[in-house]
């Protein structure tokens, strides 16, 4: 029975943060497989910064020597936002089990999702700790001590976040979008 945990986001950019959850993740006996998929366009959001290829593109990158994890462009070829449940209905097709992770930032935020209801039912919710937001005994809870915000990093560009492998890429690109906003 392969039973995968479905880590998305926009990824924009990428952090250590992220890579804390998926070595967190990657450590779940239950687990054995880790899907990491980022979004064309973040169902709540009107924009990136970075476009969906050059996320998905430094995601293999970061990901590409980690066995467990598979970088999916699912999302990415849909060309448009993409609500949870389908990439969910998508997943089910080709796994038995698939667990939905999320940061805990995301928990009061959940009834807005498209079809929560089915979500709940089809799924399990792994949610990764974060800003000590306390998370409800219902859902599985992921350890992760770093805090970490994409939203900060987009204002303000810290290499010392970024994933060591392609970390001088991302800091030029902000850099580079933040001065030309200027």
Same mark, same amino acid.
């Given at each position: 029975?392969?039973?995968?945990?479905?880590?998305?986001?926009?990824?924009?950019?990428?952090?250590?943060?992220?890579?804390?959850?998926?070595?967190?993740?990657?450590?779940?006996?239950?687990?054995? #497989?880790?899907?990491?998929?980022?979004?064309?366009?973040?169902?709540?959001?009107?924009?990136?910064?970075?476009?969906?290829?050059?996320?998905?593109?430094?995601?293999?990158?970061?990901?590409?020597?980690?066995?467990?994890?598979?970088? %999916?462009?699912?999302?990415?070829?849909?060309? !448009? #936002?993409?609500?949870?449940?389908?990439?969910?209905?998508?997943?089910? !097709?080709?796994?038995?089990?698939?667990?939905?992770?999320?940061?805990?930032?995301?928990?009061?935020?959940?009834? #807005?999702?498209?079809?929560?209801?089915?979500? !709940? #039912?089809?799924?399990?919710?792994?949610?990764?700790?974060?800003?000590?937001?306390?998370?409800?005994?219902?859902?599985?809870?992921?350890?992760?001590?770093?805090?970490? %915000?994409?939203?900060?990093?987009?204002?303000?560009?810290?290499?010392?976040?970024?994933?060591?492998?392609?970390?001088?890429?991302?800091?030029?690109?902000?850099?580079?979008?933040?001065?030309?906003? %200027?």
């Amino acid at each position: 029975m392969k039973k995968v945990a479905i880590f998305g986001g926009s990824f924009d950019p990428p952090h250590l943060g992220h890579i804390e959850i998926v070595k967190e993740l990657s450590k779940l006996e239950f687990i054995d #497989k880790i899907i990491v998929v980022p979004t064309y366009l973040n169902p709540f959001k009107s924009s990136f910064v970075a476009d969906a290829t050059l996320r998905l593109n430094w995601l293999e990158q970061i990901f590409k020597s980690n066995e467990k994890v598979v970088v %999916s462009d699912f999302e990415v070829k849909q060309n !448009k #936002k993409v609500p949870t449940i389908e990439t969910l209905r998508h997943f089910l !097709k080709l796994y038995d089990k698939v667990y939905i992770t999320i940061g805990a930032d995301n928990i009061l935020s959940l009834h #807005k999702w498209k079809e929560y209801e089915n979500i !709940k #039912k089809l799924s399990t919710f792994i949610v990764a700790t974060r800003q000590k937001l306390k998370v409800p005994k219902e859902f599985i809870t992921l350890h992760v001590d770093i805090d970490i %915000s994409s939203t900060q990093l987009r204002k303000e560009i810290d290499k010392k976040m970024l994933p060591k492998e392609i970390a001088e890429e991302i800091y030029k690109y902000y850099k580079d979008k933040n001065e030309n906003k %200027s």
